[in-house]
């Protein structure tokens, strides 16, 4: 009886190992929180255009190593009925109903880990405040983005994915706020090839908050600067964003920004592995997939006879 009372001790012990170092991979093609149709001009569909982000996380997803990680996809909207600014936010109560749902999916799985395939760069906001919850004090967050997402509600711009680092601070629209289980500290908060404000009132707002960043430049030799940034953040472990706008537009074109003399493929290999060296990396968003020419030639294909 007591070696039967062991064994099974033995095994609950195991999986309790297994269980605290699990790994999810959230597909999450969320894309309301964007408006982005005028800016991609090749697709003369402005609905297709929209819903970009959709196709682009499932092609992250296809595109992605398999590594056996199991993997779940947030329910998103697809129709495009009437967009609507609520509260100084376009879409507002379709993006608070996604938020649940990930929260749902996240609440139950109970993961340590998380790779986020999105979708605009709202898709960090749910992954990443969970993990801020799971670690209390000890999880840093770097926005590796050519912009800083630090509008709010009521700025120019109402799309929620302009807001994401906001967001993950606990500022911005009530109820999607209420629903996040943390909030990120600016001192724990760092900008990785950051070079677009767009406007004088963000890099003026990012120094109200206090958040640091480096430019593409800062990173292009070495890692040197990120690596002392981690030293003294005063966290053992750490979220990584990547908006593919960060990559330069004279390599490659993957997203939606193409604001010049960005970080080359290399360097933000680089960075992240660095990173992930230097602290424990419990999170990792890969945001803002926008395949142009994949959305041309699904366009092209629902217009083909025996297959539309």
Known sequence: MRLKMAATALALGINTLYAQNETIRLIYPQWQGAEIAKWITEVPNPEEASRGYYLGAQLLNFLAPDNGQKTFTVPVATAITERKITDGVLDRDVLVNQTKAALDILKIENPDKIVTLGGECSVSVVPFTYLADKYKDDV?????????????????????????????????????????????????????????????????????????????????????????????????????????????????????????????????????????????????????????????????????????
């Open 140 to 308: 840093a967050m770097i926005w590796i983005d050519a912009h800083p997402d630090i509008t709010l509600p009521g700025d120019v711009y109402p799309a929620y994915h302009a807001m994401a680092v906001t967001a993950c601070m606990g500022l911005g629209d009530k109820k999607i706020i209420g629903e996040l289980p943390a909030k990120f500290d600016p001192a724990k908060i760092l900008f990785i090839g950051l070079r677009d404000w767009e406007r004088d009132e963000i890099k003026a707002r990012q120094k109200q908050y206090g958040i640091k960043h480096l430019t593409p430049e800062d990173v292009a030799e070495n890692s040197n600067a990120i690596k002392e940034w981690l030293k003294s953040c005063g966290a053992s472990k750490v979220v990584v964003h990547f908006d593919m706008d960060v990559l330069d537009p004279a390599e490659i074109i993957a997203a939606v920004g193409v604001v010049s003399n960005g970080m080359k493929i290399a360097e933000v290999i680089r960075v992240i592995n660095d990173i992930a060296n230097e602290k424990e990396l419990v999170g990792l968003t890969v945001a803002e997939p926008m395949p142009r020419t994949a959305i041309r030639i699904k366009e092209m294909l629902h217009r083909l006879p025996l297959l539309k």
